[in-house]
């Protein structure tokens, strides 16, 4: 079973097995995530009751919070596949890595203006200085760096490298954005959803949400696999591999 | 329902920048698959030409 995962993972590092299985497997991930997005979106906005305080502005919930685990999740996993990738080389890794950072900056993107929009209704004003608001700032600031360096350098193994070095750098974040609002008087609520005991929102209120959670993990991937097919391509194409695939297509 | 301009606000956000990020890399694909088609239109115009200089002589 092992030997076989491994086998298969040496199979995926080679671009032309990895061209085929990106452009099937992204396509099957957008697929299963349109329903679920369909589903989740009809009962954040039409079935689950409004909020006895905030009324109808708390349905935001249902896209804030995936996309603000997103932007967590994203550059965790970028920062996994850069030390993969400085470590032992592997071409894909690397990839990989740099496919996560434009994806895992829409997610910032998103939780920013959402909260933002959230937050005037709310809190009175769009923004405010506050330490969750500004860490998760910071770590878009810290994607466009990732994205900005990797797009920087000429020599795409070079700029990978450096690049996934600023992402290994900046996971120190994360337990900063986590615990932000733990660590410092925050204007930004507190943990309110827990995946491990009780959650402080009512049940009625809580399928939705991961099914959301559900549906962007399937964007994610197949986004994923998209954009490093794209970035695969780039590097491939004046290769034999993709002449000849060319040649057959014709 | 209350708030409603925020909420489709918030939820235009959501769906303008996952559009973005569906569209993108499939332009970036396309881009790269028309760039190795016209390298292989330029090898094999190429190898044509060779040939025929060959021949004529």
């Known amino acids: 079973m092992f030997k076989g995962l491994v086998g298969w993972f040496h199979k995926l590092g080679s671009p032309p097995y990895f061209d085929t299985f990106a452009a099937r497997w992204s396509t099957w991930c957008y697929i299963a995530a349109l329903p679920l997005f369909g589903f989740g979106l009809w009962q954040a906005l039409a079935v689950v009751p409004a909020d006895y305080q905030q009324g109808d502005s708390f349905r935001i919930l249902y896209i804030h919070v995936p996309s603000a685990w997103m932007s967590l999740f994203v550059f965790g996993l970028m920062a996994f596949y850069s030390a993969i990738a400085l470590i032992w080389r592997i071409k894909l890794c690397e990839i990989l890595a740099m496919a996560c950072a434009p994806i895992g900056a829409a997610f910032t993107l998103i939780t920013l203006l959402t909260g933002s929009i959230w937050g005037k209704p709310m809190w009175g004003t769009w923004w405010d200085w506050d330490p969750r608001l500004t860490t998760e700032l910071i770590l878009l600031f810290m994607y466009l760096g990732v994205m900005g360096l990797y797009g920087a350098i000429d020599d795409r193994r070079a700029a990978a490298r450096a690049a996934g070095l600023l992402a290994i750098v900046g996971v120190v974040m994360l337990p900063i954005i986590r615990y932000s609002v733990v660590w410092w008087n925050s204007l930004h609520q507190g943990q309110t959803i827990r995946v491990f005991g009780e959650s402080s929102m009512d049940s009625s209120m809580i399928l939705p949400l991961w099914i959301m959670v559900l549906a962007t993990k399937f964007w994610f991937v197949g986004s994923l696999l998209a954009r490093a097919r794209a970035d695969n391509l780039r590097r491939e194409v004046g290769k034999a591999w993709l002449r000849e695939k060319l040649e057959k297509s014709a | ?57």
């Open chain 2, 1 to 57: 329902m209350t708030y409603f301009k925020y909420v489709a606000l918030a939820y235009a956000v959501f769906f303008v920048v996952l559009a973005w990020d569906f569209i993108v890399p499939r332009l970036q694909i396309r881009q790269q698959l028309r760039e190795a088609r016209a390298r292989l239109t330029r090898a094999s115009r190429g190898s044509a030409a060779a040939v025929d200089e060959e021949l004529s002589r």
